[in-house]
């Protein structure tokens, strides 16, 4: 009979995490539409997606919901992400952004932001990764742009 509670416990728990955040693919797919949407407009190539980026884009939005900054919350720059996971780039940035439901939202508030906007007109980077993540009714987004290097 323990045992048995023990595991309805389990499940329950996990049932219950999963309504309490998620990783938005959906939400990310059309962040990137919207971004090379904008970047069309203005006459730019099209961002890639990289799925290096993509997993460095995901354990930052969940970094965000711990700490809400550029500094991740081991008190490093949003960067070392990068060389944590081996993705060689020239150069980097990242938007972040929280609050935001869906990404019309979330790209209009970057397009009014001066740095925001630059880092998705900039014609250095060639790659972005994108990450919606939502814990607690609370949305985290980052985009991580990168000029890549190829690996020799």
Same mark, same amino acid.
């Given at each position: ?22 990783? =938005? ?5 059309t962040t990137l %539409? ?5 970047r ?5 190539y ?5 799925d290096?980026?993509? %997993?460095a ?8 919901? +711990? ?11 949003? =960067?070392?992400i990068?060389?944590?996971?081996? +993705?060689r780039?020239?150069?980097?940035d ?5 609050r935001? %439901?869906?990404?019309e939202?979330? #790209?209009?508030?970057w ?5 925001y ?5 900039? =014609? %250095? ?7 919606h993540?939502? #814990?607690?009714?609370? =949305? ?7 000029q890549?290097?190829?690996m020799?």
């Open positions: 009979m323990f045992k048995i509670m023990i595991k309805a416990l389990f499940i329950l728990y996990f049932c219950s995490m999963a309504v309490l955040y998620s990783e =938005d693919n959906y939400e990310a797919e %539409k919207a971004l090379n949407e904008v069309e407009n203005e006459g730019l099209p961002f890639e997606l990289s290096e980026l993509n %997993k884009a995901n354990i930052r939005a969940k970094e965000l919901s +711990i700490n809400f900054s550029h500094i991740r919350p081991n008190n490093t720059r949003y =960067d070392e990068l060389y944590e996971n081996r +993705i780039v020239f150069s980097s990242e938007n972040i952004a929280y935001f %439901k869906n990404a939202t979330v #790209i209009s508030y397009m009014n932001s001066s740095q906007k630059l880092n998705i007109l900039s =014609d %250095k980077f060639t790659h972005v990764g994108v990450s993540y939502a #814990i607690n009714g609370e =949305d985290f987004w980052v985009v991580i742009f990168a890549l290097r190829r020799n």
